[in-house]
Protein backbone atom coordinates (compact mmCIF):
# COMPACT_ATOMS: atom_id res chain seq x y z
CA UNK A 1 0.00 0.00 0.00
CA UNK A 2 0.96 3.40 -0.46
CA UNK A 3 -1.97 5.76 1.45
CA UNK A 4 1.11 7.77 3.20
CA UNK A 5 2.44 9.26 0.29
CA UNK A 6 0.04 11.71 -1.91
CA UNK A 7 0.95 11.60 -5.92
CA UNK A 8 4.40 11.89 -6.61
CA UNK A 9 5.83 11.90 -3.26
CA UNK A 10 7.00 8.19 -2.80
CA UNK A 11 9.35 8.87 -6.13
CA UNK A 12 11.10 11.86 -4.62
CA UNK A 13 10.91 10.51 -1.46
CA UNK A 14 13.21 7.68 -2.56
CA UNK A 15 15.61 9.79 -4.23
CA UNK A 16 16.06 11.61 -0.78
CA UNK A 17 16.95 8.02 0.73
CA UNK A 18 19.13 7.38 -2.23
CA UNK A 19 21.20 10.64 -1.49
CA UNK A 20 22.09 9.21 1.68
CA UNK A 21 24.36 6.52 -0.10
CA UNK A 22 23.40 3.73 -2.65
CA UNK A 23 20.72 1.20 -1.26
CA UNK A 24 19.06 -2.41 -2.70
CA UNK A 25 15.33 -2.20 -2.65
CA UNK A 26 14.51 -4.29 0.49
CA UNK A 27 17.32 -1.68 2.37
CA UNK A 28 14.80 1.10 0.73
CA UNK A 29 11.80 -0.63 2.24
CA UNK A 30 13.22 -1.57 5.47
CA UNK A 31 13.97 2.86 5.70
CA UNK A 32 10.91 3.46 5.12
CA UNK A 33 9.34 1.11 7.49
CA UNK A 34 11.80 2.41 10.19
CA UNK A 35 10.66 5.92 9.36
CA UNK A 36 7.09 5.06 9.89
CA UNK A 37 8.21 2.95 13.44
CA UNK A 38 6.85 -0.46 11.71
CA UNK A 39 3.06 1.21 11.26
CA UNK A 40 3.82 1.18 7.55
CA UNK A 41 6.01 -0.74 5.35
CA UNK A 42 5.74 -0.57 1.15
CA UNK A 43 5.64 -3.24 -1.14
CA UNK A 44 8.42 -4.57 -3.63
CA UNK A 45 5.24 -3.70 -5.69
CA UNK A 46 5.27 -0.21 -4.82
CA UNK A 47 9.17 0.21 -4.58
CA UNK A 48 10.39 -1.09 -7.58
CA UNK A 49 8.20 0.26 -10.82
CA UNK A 50 9.40 3.95 -9.60
CA UNK A 51 12.85 3.13 -9.38
CA UNK A 52 12.20 1.96 -12.93
CA UNK A 53 10.98 5.03 -13.69
CA UNK A 54 13.45 6.77 -12.24
CA UNK A 55 16.14 4.79 -13.83
CA UNK A 56 14.18 5.32 -17.00
CA UNK A 57 14.63 9.65 -16.38
CA UNK A 58 18.29 9.76 -15.35
CA UNK A 59 17.68 10.25 -12.11
CA UNK A 60 18.94 6.66 -10.53
CA UNK A 61 21.41 3.84 -11.59
CA UNK A 62 21.76 0.33 -10.62
CA UNK A 63 24.26 -2.27 -10.39
CA UNK A 64 24.37 -5.99 -9.53
CA UNK A 65 25.88 -6.60 -6.45
CA UNK A 66 26.09 -10.29 -6.02
CA UNK A 67 22.29 -11.37 -6.30
CA UNK A 68 20.87 -7.93 -5.43
CA UNK A 69 20.65 -5.18 -7.53
CA UNK A 70 22.33 -1.59 -5.69
CA UNK A 71 20.62 2.01 -6.71
CA UNK A 72 22.55 4.89 -6.70
CA UNK A 73 20.87 8.49 -7.31
CA UNK A 74 22.76 10.60 -10.10
CA UNK A 75 23.77 14.17 -10.49
CA UNK A 76 21.00 14.65 -12.42
CA UNK A 77 18.87 13.14 -9.15
CA UNK A 78 20.59 15.09 -6.75
CA UNK A 79 20.04 18.47 -9.05
CA UNK A 80 16.22 17.83 -9.07
CA UNK A 81 16.52 17.18 -4.88
CA UNK A 82 17.92 20.53 -4.89
CA UNK A 83 15.49 22.23 -7.17
CA UNK A 84 12.86 20.20 -4.77
CA UNK A 85 13.87 21.22 -1.23
CA UNK A 86 10.83 22.79 -0.70
CA UNK A 87 8.34 19.95 -1.57
CA UNK A 88 10.85 17.30 0.28
CA UNK A 89 10.30 19.84 3.41
CA UNK A 90 6.64 19.33 3.03
CA UNK A 91 6.94 15.86 2.90
CA UNK A 92 8.97 15.44 5.63
CA UNK A 93 5.88 17.22 7.37
CA UNK A 94 2.85 15.03 5.98
CA UNK A 95 5.12 12.25 7.54
CA UNK A 96 4.74 13.12 10.65
CA UNK A 97 1.48 13.24 10.11
CA UNK A 98 1.05 9.99 8.83
CA UNK A 99 2.99 8.53 11.49
CA UNK A 100 0.90 10.04 14.06
CA UNK A 101 -2.40 9.07 11.96
CA UNK A 102 -1.08 5.73 11.68
CA UNK A 103 0.01 5.42 15.08
CA UNK A 104 -3.49 6.32 16.39
CA UNK A 105 -5.18 3.75 14.08
CA UNK A 106 -2.98 0.94 15.65
CA UNK A 107 -4.10 2.06 19.07
CA UNK A 108 -7.37 1.88 18.46
CA UNK A 109 -7.35 -1.57 16.87
CA UNK A 110 -5.64 -2.90 19.72
CA UNK A 111 -8.21 -1.43 22.07
CA UNK A 112 -10.89 -2.71 20.50
CA UNK A 113 -9.46 -5.88 20.04
CA UNK A 114 -8.65 -6.30 23.78
CA UNK A 115 -11.83 -5.37 24.82
CA UNK A 116 -13.43 -7.81 22.37
CA UNK A 117 -11.11 -10.56 23.31
CA UNK A 118 -11.71 -9.87 27.41
CA UNK A 119 -15.88 -9.84 26.60
CA UNK A 120 -15.33 -13.06 25.03
CA UNK A 121 -12.90 -14.70 28.14
CA UNK A 122 -15.47 -13.15 30.78
CA UNK A 123 -18.27 -14.87 28.75
CA UNK A 124 -16.26 -18.08 28.44
CA UNK A 125 -15.54 -17.92 32.56
CA UNK A 126 -19.83 -17.17 33.01
CA UNK A 127 -20.09 -20.39 31.19
CA UNK A 128 -18.00 -22.48 32.46
CA UNK A 129 -19.08 -21.39 35.97
CA UNK A 130 -22.85 -22.37 35.30
CA UNK A 131 -21.30 -26.01 33.87
CA UNK A 132 -19.27 -26.62 37.18
CA UNK A 133 -22.40 -25.48 39.62
CA UNK A 134 -25.13 -27.15 37.09
CA UNK A 135 -27.38 -24.18 36.79
CA UNK A 136 -29.22 -23.39 33.31
CA UNK A 137 -27.02 -22.41 30.87
CA UNK A 138 -28.39 -20.10 28.44
CA UNK A 139 -27.70 -20.84 24.50
CA UNK A 140 -23.65 -21.84 23.59
CA UNK A 141 -25.09 -20.28 20.08
CA UNK A 142 -25.34 -16.69 20.97
CA UNK A 143 -22.05 -16.23 22.26
CA UNK A 144 -21.16 -17.63 19.49
CA UNK A 145 -22.33 -15.48 17.11
CA UNK A 146 -21.48 -12.42 19.09
CA UNK A 147 -17.54 -13.76 19.09
CA UNK A 148 -18.65 -13.92 15.31
CA UNK A 149 -19.80 -10.79 15.05
CA UNK A 150 -16.89 -9.18 17.23
CA UNK A 151 -14.17 -10.11 14.42
CA UNK A 152 -16.11 -9.08 11.80
CA UNK A 153 -16.28 -6.13 13.63
CA UNK A 154 -12.69 -5.83 13.95
CA UNK A 155 -12.09 -6.42 10.15
CA UNK A 156 -14.74 -3.58 9.27
CA UNK A 157 -12.69 -1.21 11.52
CA UNK A 158 -9.79 -2.56 9.20
CA UNK A 159 -11.51 -2.28 6.06
CA UNK A 160 -12.64 1.42 6.99
CA UNK A 161 -9.08 2.65 8.13
CA UNK A 162 -7.23 1.52 4.96
CA UNK A 163 -9.69 2.90 2.56
CA UNK A 164 -9.65 6.16 4.57
CA UNK A 165 -6.18 6.13 4.13
CA UNK A 166 -6.31 5.49 0.39
CA UNK A 167 -9.07 8.07 -0.32
CA UNK A 168 -6.96 10.60 1.78
CA UNK A 169 -4.03 10.12 -0.25
CA UNK A 170 -6.25 10.27 -3.98
CA UNK A 171 -7.25 13.63 -2.69
CA UNK A 172 -4.13 15.12 -1.27
CA UNK A 173 -2.75 14.40 -4.42
CA UNK A 174 -5.56 16.44 -6.43
CA UNK A 175 -5.05 19.13 -3.74
CA UNK A 176 -1.30 19.46 -5.73
CA UNK A 177 -2.75 20.05 -8.80
CA UNK A 178 -5.82 22.17 -7.96
CA UNK A 179 -8.07 19.81 -8.96
CA UNK A 180 -9.75 18.84 -5.83
CA UNK A 181 -13.09 21.10 -5.27
CA UNK A 182 -16.43 21.14 -3.69
CA UNK A 183 -18.27 19.15 -6.07
CA UNK A 184 -15.46 16.71 -5.16
CA UNK A 185 -16.78 16.56 -1.68
CA UNK A 186 -20.37 16.89 -2.20
CA UNK A 187 -19.73 13.40 -4.77
CA UNK A 188 -18.13 11.68 -1.63
CA UNK A 189 -20.71 12.30 0.87
CA UNK A 190 -23.39 11.18 -1.41
CA UNK A 191 -21.29 7.85 -2.22
CA UNK A 192 -20.65 7.59 1.32
CA UNK A 193 -24.27 7.81 2.40
CA UNK A 194 -25.10 5.35 -0.14
CA UNK A 195 -22.61 2.83 0.92
CA UNK A 196 -23.96 3.05 4.55
CA UNK A 197 -27.44 2.87 3.39
CA UNK A 198 -26.76 -0.37 1.52
CA UNK A 199 -24.80 -1.50 4.45
CA UNK A 200 -27.49 -1.29 6.89
CA UNK A 201 -29.72 -2.76 4.62
CA UNK A 202 -27.72 -6.22 5.30
CA UNK A 203 -28.79 -6.15 8.57
CA UNK A 204 -32.42 -6.86 8.66
CA UNK A 205 -33.66 -4.31 10.54
CA UNK A 206 -35.08 -0.64 9.90
CA UNK A 207 -32.85 1.87 11.32
CA UNK A 208 -33.27 5.19 11.17
Known amino acids: MSPVFSHGS ?3 YLLSLLAEGPKHGYELIQSLSERFGGTYSPSAGTI ?19 RKTVYSITDAGRRELEERR ?3 D ?6 TDSVRRLADE ?3 GVTDAMRSLKADLASAARQATQAASGAPSVSTEEP ?9 LHDAD ?10 RSDLRGQVETGALTDATVRQLRDDLDRVRNGIRATFGTTTE
Do not use: M
Request: charged residues 35%; aromatic residues 4%; glycine residues 8%.
Open 10 to 12: LRL
Open 48 to 66: YPRLGKLEEEGLVTKESDG
Open 86 to 88: GDL
Open 90 to 95: AIELEL
Open 106 to 108: VRI
Open 144 to 152: DLRTRSRIA
Open 158 to 167: TVIAQFRQQL
